[in-house]
């Protein structure tokens, strides 16, 4: 089809005065369409991937609507030890100290320390917390009232004895250790380290074995000194004596 456009053009520029403007410009249309690869020729090609595409975990995937509490961590209450075990990796950076709010710029620090010191090595990094509470904040020596506030980031709500990251693959301890040690320098709080099988935390309290588990879930006053204390004693009377000579009648 090209070629034949190409033998129907006037071969001189003084055929083109004379020729038809209208056949002359569907021609020349026709010749640009032709010359632009089809999209449907070409096969698509896509990158094998066992997992679906991963969003960000320094922002909520649909944004935040309208105003957020400031709120505070979750308390884990009846005994709950979720979060304080490293599972996907080897070693786990554990928050050690008191629960707080962490931004998304100090998670990001944290996480390109460590990628920065493993920089060569052959390891796989995971997160386990993302920032996805969004922080409103006004400017100083302002009036009360007037609303809560602008938008200003991203942060996360990390609560006590949680993992925050975790790293796994062919990487000695003691440089895992150093990486941690220098991602903790820069974030807020205390954090400790620690490594896969190690016991989970309930508190501040790790629970090595079942028996500590048990002691921790008992009842903190005891319920029955409590009752025996508060009842109201019951108090035998004597008997009676019978008077000689005076018989009860019956009713």
């Not at 698509?44 to 595409?53: D, G, I, L, N, P």
């Not at 070693?91 to 707080?100: A, C, K, N, T």
């Not at 004693?233 to 018989?247: K, M, R, S």
Request: glycine fraction near 8%.
């Amino acid at each position: 089809m090209k070629t034949q456009l190409l033998r129907s053009l006037p071969a001189r520029p003084s055929q083109l005065k004379s020729s038809n403007p209208c056949s002359l410009l569907y021609t020349l249309s026709q010749l640009s369409i032709s010359r632009t690869p089809a999209l449907s020729s070409k096969p698509v090609v896509r990158t094998f991937s066992s997992t679906t595409a991963q969003n960000s975990w320094l922002e909520p995937r649909r944004g935040y609507g309208g105003k957020w509490r400031k709120g505070r961590p979750r308390v884990s209450t009846g005994g709950s030890m979720r979060g304080t075990t490293v599972v996907w990796g080897d070693y786990g950076l554990r928050m050690s100290d008191h629960d707080r709010r962490v931004s998304a710029k100090q998670l990001l620090i944290g996480a390109d320390t460590i990628k920065k010191r493993l920089r060569g090595e052959r390891y796989r990094f995971y997160t386990r917390v993302a920032a996805n509470i969004p922080v409103f904040t006004k400017g100083n020596e302002m009036r009360m009232g007037k609303g809560k506030g602008t938008f200003d980031y991203f942060s996360s709500r990390i609560t006590v004895s949680q993992i925050v990251f975790e790293v796994k693959g062919e990487v000695h301890e003691r440089v895992v250790r150093d990486a941690f040690r220098l991602a903790a320098a820069k974030m807020p709080g205390q954090y400790e380290f620690v490594k896969k099988g190690d016991p989970p935390v309930m508190g501040l309290t790790k629970v090595p074995d079942e028996a500590t588990l048990q002691q921790l879930l008992r009842p903190r006053r005891d319920l029955a000194a409590e009752t025996s204390v508060h009842s109201v004693p019951v108090v035998e009377l004597p008997a009676t004596p019978a008077t000689p000579g005076i018989t009860a009648s019956p009713l």
